[in-house]
Structure formats: C-alpha cells, structure tokens
C-alpha cells in the first residue's frame, strides 16, 4: 500500500506565497509521474502542474511563471512553490503520483491521490 501525505497550505493576502509538500510512502518500487491538481468549489479537478521522473513539466497556464513544481526522487516528495497567489486560486491542493508498488517478482501500477490541503488566498 503506498500512501501520500500533503502538507503546507493554508491562509495568504494576495500577492503571496506558499510551498506545499507531497511525500510519497509505503512499498514503492518507483514512482513516474507526480503532480498537483486544485479543486475549487463548484469546479472540476484540474491539473496545476506535474513532473515526471525524468525531469519534464507540465503547467497549467494559469500558474505559468507563478508556480513551479519540483521534486525530490531519493525522499519521493514532490514540492509546489506558488508565487504571486491570486484570490481565484483559492482551492483545495491535492497530490496525485502514479506509483510502480510491491516487490519486483509481485509489482502493481496505479494512480494515488492524497488528502489534499486547503490554499485560501484572500484579497
């Protein structure tokens, strides 16, 4: 089983920042793609960022230049650092990682999804 704990969110005035924290644990053999998603009230899921293991990122286009997505493969903790916040995003943060779990004779793949963590951004 492998589990994904966020933490980091919280209350900010526009114009500031955040770091949000995702660790990864459990039976993991290795871990492919990590990312953020937001869910806001009313709103569907929507992806925020994500980054593989090789290094490549993918951002919204609303957070380009204002967030940025990294991660740390030996600790299998992936980091949103999220600069010049705005009030519209004001959201619930959730972690995603699509995980290679098990042993290597016995090994499974699937997609985890954390808590998620409140992001209010006042103005």
């Known amino acids: 089983q492998v589990q994904l704990v966020e933490s980091g969110g919280g209350l900010v005035q526009a114009g500031g920042s955040l770091r949000l924290s995702c660790a990864a644990s459990?039976?993991?053999?290795?871990?492919?793609?990590m990312g953020w998603y937001r869910q806001a009230p009313g709103k569907t899921r929507e992806l925020v960022a994500a980054l593989t293991g090789g290094s490549s990122t993918n951002y919204a286009d609303s957070v380009k230049g204002r967030f940025t997505i990294s991660r740390d493969n030996a600790n299998n903790t992936v980091y949103l650092q999220m600069n010049s916040l705005k009030p519209e995003d004001t959201a619930v943060y959730l972690c995603?990682?699509?995980?290679?779990?098990?042993?290597?004779?016995?090994?499974?793949?699937?997609?985890?999804w954390g808590q998620g963590t409140q992001v209010t951004v006042s103005s």
């Open positions: 995603n990682a699509d995980v290679w779990s098990g042993t290597y004779l016995r090994k499974s793949r699937r997609g985890y």
């Open positions: 459990g039976s993991i053999l290795s871990i492919n793609v």
